[in-house]
């Protein structure tokens, strides 16, 4: 079981930047796979970013590709994403989630991740 608590959202005006923060309150296992997702009302969990959590390994949907970085930081043991350039469509439920499963990295659909932190809420205003 792994339990993840998401952080660093809030309200932030368009072109600003944020990094949220994703802590594993357990030892992740080297072989897992982290990644990023969001929802906004009315639509369904978007794919963001995923990432190996020793090898670094990262793939990225075409939508986050130049704006979104995904990162693990080792002192802190979180996976972190950093969002740059906020725009007012990325207003959303932000949300970390693990796998053990390696090929969640690389077909990250929802149903490939077993845990999911609760979320963190990124507001962008004009």
């Known amino acids: 079981q792994v339990h993840l608590v998401e952080s660093g959202g809030g309200l932030v005006q368009a072109g600003g930047s944020l990094r949220l923060s994703c802590a594993a309150k357990?030892?992740?296992?080297?072989?897992?796979?982290t990644a990023w997702f969001r929802q906004a009302p009315g639509k369904e969990r978007e794919f963001l970013a995923s990432?190996?959590?020793?090898?670094?390994?990262?793939v990225y949907s075409d939508h986050a590709k130049g704006r979104f970085a995904i990162s693990r930081d080792n002192a802190k043991n979180t996976v972190d994403l950093q969002i740059n350039a906020l725009k007012p469509e990325d207003t959303a439920n932000y949300y970390c989630?693990?796998?053990?499963?390696?090929?969640?990295?690389?077909?990250?659909?929802?149903?490939?991740?077993?845990?999911w932190g609760q979320g963190t809420q990124v507001t962008v205003s004009t």
């Open positions: 357990e030892r992740i296992d080297s072989d897992y796979v």
């Open positions: 990432r190996t959590w020793s090898s670094g390994s990262t």
């Open positions: 989630a693990a796998s053990s499963k390696l090929i969640a990295l690389v077909v990250p659909t929802p149903l490939n991740y077993e845990y």
